[in-house]
């Protein structure tokens, strides 16, 4: 998909809202978020395929296969042209044809094979303990919500963080509301362009249980994170802590980052 086409697009999703605009060109409210960010940041520049597309000699290499399977396993709808767009926001370039050949290599060509596909594969978040002592950089991240006061006309103010246990990289960014879509904001737009520069190999994303972000259903919000992070090339296990019995490692690191 070519600047012009994404800029319509995102056009439209402004006249017209995000959510039905996106349903309309079959992609994902958080493929339109990066679109949006980066023609605010550098117009029509920023919306151009920034490497040359690689066309695979023979089989495409696994750690790509895995990478297009995971977008299938998000986006079950969508057929081999709609992946490879996807595809292009992570930096992945291969031909639709590519993509094609994958979902027939695995039994996934027909809508309803990769629905089920999808159902099968969903990952699942887990509460036992994990091995962020033992992390290497990039690998475990801790989302940490905190409130820091009110600020004009008496409104609340939260610092939203996601921090790389090891390295203790961190991105920051204060929100008035507690939301996922301030979530998936500093997802897209700071974490994940992060992780993907620095070359972080994400094995895992830590919650803590008193991080609410108004989402009643757990299950509900565990795929959208998911699908936020599938649509980066990401998928991490995610884990849930009880605040009230953190190990005194992870104690330092949140206070660390409190204003």
Not at 7 to 17: F, P, S, V
Not at 58 to 78: C, H, M, Q, S
Not at 169 to 179: D, G, K, N, V
Not at 236 to 247: G, I, Q, R, Y
Request: hydrophobic content about 35%; charged content about 30%.
């Amino acid at each position: 998909m070519d600047a012009k086409e994404k800029q319509i697009i995102l056009a439209e999703g402004q006249k017209y809202g995000i959510t039905t605009t996106c349903e309309k060109y079959g992609i994902s409210r958080t493929l339109y978020y990066r679109w949006l960010h980066r023609f605010e940041a550098k117009g029509m520049e920023g919306l151009k395929t920034r490497k040359a597309p690689i066309s695979p000699k023979n089989r495409t290499p696994k750690d790509l296969e895995v990478k297009v399977l995971t977008l299938i396993r998000t986006y079950p709808a969508l057929g081999p042209r709609e992946i490879k767009y996807l595809l292009e926001e992570i930096e992945v370039h291969l031909s639709e044809s590519a993509v094609y050949n994958i979902m027939k290599r695995h039994n996934l060509s027909r809508r309803e094979q990769r629905m089920a596909f999808s159902r099968k594969k969903l990952p699942k978040s887990t509460s036992e303990t994990l091995p962020y002592e033992d992390s290497k950089s990039g690998e475990c991240w801790f989302f940490f919500l905190t409130a820091c006061g009110h600020w004009q006309e008496g409104k609340p103010l939260y610092i939203y963080s996601i921090i790389d246990y090891q390295s203790r990289i961190a991105c920051s960014r204060l929100y008035e509301t507690l939301s996922m879509d301030c979530f998936e904001d500093l997802l897209t737009a700071a974490a994940l362009p992060v992780a993907q520069n620095l070359g972080f190999q994400t094995k895992y994303l830590v919650f803590l249980e008193d991080a609410q972000l108004q989402c009643k259903n757990r299950n509900l919000f565990e795929e959208k994170v998911h699908e936020i992070l599938h649509a980066s090339g990401f998928d991490p296990e995610l884990h849930f802590l009880k605040s009230d019995a953190l190990p005194k490692e992870i104690l330092s690191l949140r206070e660390s980052y409190r204003p």
